[in-house]
């Protein structure tokens, strides 16, 4: 088997953006990643890169985030400024790791892809866009380097980015499909409902407003928007963790449509966020306009996750219908009649909802079979 190079970043939102901290369901995307390459019996490298010097909380998360549900010894954080490795393994370890390394796998880091010395000789270079949409748009404006850097093999979780399902451009790259690796184990089917209602998780003004074909493409909130009713028409209070800055508006406007809002505090922790998804009914959630507006085919980690823990997923359609069976376990929308004919059909039959969802799970998104097919199509073994 092969030693395997990831980079990603779980550094605290906190050095950066968020008063919240870590987000729980983008350390657990992270580690479903490399535990899932390491299952499948390869030697597997976390790099986490910085180009700001992290705070001392930062650090010490990385450290504690690794060593307890990871390998510390097989981690890096590396300050890309210069080149210094900041906690986790020692340099002189990292470099001989990466003098026997058969491929590097950057898992989106749009704008930060260009691994540093001593990885910048690993070959092949493998990327996964997470964003597709804002990925493709921006490095049609602005040219591969400064977005995507120079990779070798290129994955999108867009299934319809280059097809003619989608109109995005492809920048001149060969776009293969992949979505993103659920360790199926992580969700246990028969979980207490210890929410009887549907819920997501969201970001409300994440990613900013792009131009497209005419359109104008904006952050979740002008989706959710959309669909304001829903809990009223339904007689359905519906739970989002959101994050939001505190006295905005938008908050007074959700919990007067009968949406509950939630501190994304809930699910700060990995163990908060997998109680969160497995707690829950299911999922009700709207995508960012840019997906929906691109026909990308997005489909998220968090949408996965609910569906192996046997939830049921109605989630606003970016063109993921195209190649996922719907109607059962999964139901894409792009009207509000269609996302009430869901809810109410989840509630009639909900066993057979859940069992449809987990079965869709482990055809699509098992870590097992994806990131199989992924070494596969970069020819690693």
């Known amino acids: 088997m092969a030693r395997i190079i990831v980079l990603q970043n779980i550094l605290p939102r906190a050095t950066c953006w968020s008063e919240y901290g870590q987000r729980g369901g983008h350390v657990a995307f992270v580690l479903q990643w490399l535990i899932g390459l390491e299952r499948l019996g390869h030697e597997v490298l976390f790099v986490n890169l910085t180009e700001t010097e992290p705070t001392p909380m930062a650090v010490q998360s990385f450290v504690n985030t690794c060593d307890t549900m990871w390998h510390l ?7 890309t400024r210069n080149h210094c490795v900041l906690a986790g393994m020692s340099y002189s370890d990292l470099q001989s790791f990466a003098d026997s390394s058969a491929a590097i796998i950057t898992v989106a880091l749009t704008g930060e892809c260009e691994p540093p010395p001593p990885l910048e000789r690993v070959r092949p270079r493998i990327f996964v866009d997470q964003d597709p949409g804002y990925t ?3 490095t049609e404006s602005h040219g591969t380097s400064p977005i ?7 994955f999108t979780i867009g299934a319809n980015v280059g097809t003619t399902r989608s109109s995005l451009p492809t920048c001149g790259l060969q776009w293969h499909h992949t979505w993103n690796p659920i360790l ?8 207490e409902i210890s929410r009887d209602r549907f819920t997501t998780i969201a970001d409300w003004w ?9 359109q104008v493409l904006g952050p979740k909130r002008e989706e959710f928007l959309k669909f304001l009713a829903i809990p009223h028409e339904c007689n359905q209070v519906v739970e989002l963790a959101l994050e939001i800055p505190v006295g905005d508006k938008d908050l007074d406007l959700l919990r007067a449509h009968g949406w509950r809002v939630t501190s994304p505090e809930e699910v700060a922790s990995v163990s908060g966020y997998r109680n969160w998804v497995a707690g829950s009914l299911g999922e009700f959630s709207c995508a960012k306009g ?4 691109t026909r990308s085919g997005w489909f998220s980690d968090r949408s996965a996750a609910y569906l ?3 939830r049921p997923v109605i989630l606003q359609d970016t063109g993921f219908s195209d190649v996922i069976p719907t109607g059962k376990g999964l139901f894409a929308f792009g009207s509000i009649e269609e996302a009430i004919e869901a809810i109410h059909r989840v509630r009639r039959e909900y066993e057979h909802h859940s069992t449809a969802a987990h079965n869709l799970a482990e055809t699509f998104f098992d870590s097992g079979v994806v990131l199989s097919e992924i070494l596969r199509k970069a020819t690693i073994s």
């Open 73 to 79: 010894k097989r981690s890096a954080l590396v300050d």
């Open 136 to 138: 493709q748009i921006w």
């Open 148 to 154: 995507i850097g120079h990779h070798d093999v290129y």
């Open 184 to 191: 199926i184990d992580w969700w246990p089917l028969k979980s």
């Open 206 to 214: 994440g990613q900013p407003y792009l131009e497209f074909e005419g």
């Open 290 to 293: 840019v997906y929906v507006g």
């Open 308 to 310: 192996a823990a046997g």
